[in-house]
């Protein structure tokens, strides 16, 4: 697969598709982008599975911290990782030896490891590299177009209000 562009409909399925997430690298810090990206994927009903060895045990928005892939009690679909690219290598390795495998690998914004891609790809795992789950969605909803950002996505969809004044936008998961 060619990592330096995906095409919509490949982004869109991975979102519409999953529903649990070990999000790996995740924090405690409201300001750490993890944190954020926690909390929106959880708003947008996503099961979100928190994973940061020094918070094990912990909770983060409500969800109890493990320290491993190992670790969490079932299946997840896809293992988020909020490492460094060097550290993407061992992740997918450990994501790798789950049975059963997530569906996909998802490294964020600037994580790239090609050859922990290629491995992932050889089990037949999707690999999306470099973006962020969050950004994407918002995208692909028009969500973001709220904060004036081109999303390159037009709709004539009228936002539903999500309590508390809140507008949230979605790209029609299974089951929200």
Known sequence: MNHDAY???LIRDILKSVKRIALVGASAN???????VTKYLLERGYDVVPVNPGLAGQ????RTVH??????PGPVDMVEIFRNSDAAGPIT???LALDPLPKVIWMQLSVRNDEAAARAEAKGVTVVMNRC???EYGR????IGWQGINSRILSAKKPALAGKGFQKLSINRPGT
Do not use: F, H
Request: no cysteine; glycine share 6%; hydrophobic share 40%.
């Open 67 to 72: 320290a491993a892939l190992r670790d969490i």
């Open 133 to 135: 789950p969050k950004i």
């Open 7 to 9: 095409p919509d409909s």
């Open 30 to 36: 409201e300001a750490r982008p993890s944190w954020i």
């Open 93 to 95: 390795d450990e994501a």
């Open 59 to 62: 909770t983060i928005l409500g």
């Open 140 to 143: 692909l909803s028009g969500e």
